[in-house]
């Protein structure tokens, strides 16, 4: 994948250089090409196809977390492996 990028800037940047060093051409041109043909098109380009490669690390971290979670729930509280009471007492009528 890198590879095509890097032959595909290469190329880019060899049409870049050749419109800045011919007569009729101008810096500026060679600028927007490059950016236009090059660094744009390039971009979008790797992000689709890193997209499988970040879904694939989400998901990992979200397994990670849910095994983080689940054993996190198995521990009791307090560490006594006791049941907790009610934190509140309920309410009732005087006699």
Known sequence: MYLVAIAWI???????????TSPQGSVLGALITF?????LPLSIVMYLLGTPMRRRKRREREAQEAAGAAA????????RGQPAGDAVAPVGKEP
């Open 72 to 79: 996190a729930a198995s521990v009791p509280p307090d560490g």
């Open 10 to 20: 290469y190329v880019v940047l060899m049409m870049a250089l050749a419109e800045a």
């Open 35 to 39: 950016g236009l043909y090059g660094l």
